[in-house]
């Protein structure tokens, strides 16, 4: 079974620092990495995907199959980027394996 | 072009009722999944509806939990004798396609339960 952990559930740096979000996953195939966020009482939305390789607010993420592990960094916090984030993980493949599977989150709290 | 909604958005209830929850996905949308969020965890998948037919349920914690998507858009989420473990929000998302690039999930507000 996958599994996604991600380490810290709050993380908390100061507006302008890097900001780096851990996931590291569990899975025996190839699976599809995602970045979720859910910014406050607002609904949970894909931040970015893998697979599209793009930078997404001055986000990125890369996938590294050695380390098991989809990191999700930016180099200039800014203020709007406190939120919860959430990695999850798909199995691709059909047969009914489309439900994600997500890490516990991770409270980002960007001060001024 | 309405996302994917959800009601009730809070609904309490007392030990043993049963309850149904509602999700409307985005028009168009073959696949649809339902997710269980406790407080302070990620969301827990639950089942998943490619239109109609119901290919995965191992989600779903126990037989006291069914759900339907009778004409492959609208789905009911179905609780029986709800217990206070069942206390969580409810959440639903569709996708255009299950797989490929058309494959991104868009979620709703989800539906807050509570049992008392």
């Known amino acids: 079974a996958q599994r996604v952990t991600q380490p810290e559930k709050l993380l908390s740096v100061f507006k302008g620092a890097p900001v780096e979000l851990k996931c590291n996953y569990s899975y025996s195939g190839s699976p599809e990495l995602f970045w979720y966020v859910q910014y406050s009482r607002q609904r949970l939305q894909l931040l970015l995907r893998?697979?599209s390789r793009e930078s997404i607010k001055g986000f990125t993420a890369d996938l590294n199959k050695g380390e098991t592990s989809f990191h999700l960094k930016k180099p200039f916090a800014q203020e709007e980027d406190s939120a919860m984030y959430y990695c999850a993980l798909r199995a691709p493949g059909g047969g009914g394996a489309d439900g994600l599977t997500f890490g516990k989150g991770t409270h980002l709290i960007i001060q001024p | 072009g309405a996302g994917v909604s959800q009601s009730p958005r809070y609904k309490v209830a007392k030990r043993g009722q049963d309850v149904a929850l509602r999700c409307d996905p985005i028009?168009?949308?073959?696949?649809l999944f339902w997710y269980q969020q406790a407080l302070g965890q990620g969301p827990e998948f639950l089942t998943y509806f490619q239109n109609e037919a119901q290919l995965d349920k191992s989600g779903l914690p126990s037989d006291r939990f069914f759900a339907e998507r009778p004409e492959g858009s609208v789905s009911t989420l179905k609780i029986q004798r709800t217990q206070q473990e069942d206390s969580a929000v409810y959440l639903c998302?569709?996708?255009?396609?299950?797989?490929?690039?058309?494959?991104?999930?868009?979620f709703g507000p989800g539906t807050r339960l509570t049992v008392l």
């Open positions: 998302a569709s996708s255009f396609r299950s797989e490929g690039l058309n494959n991104e999930q868009f």
């Open positions: 028009s168009g949308h073959v696949s």
């Open positions: 893998h697979i």
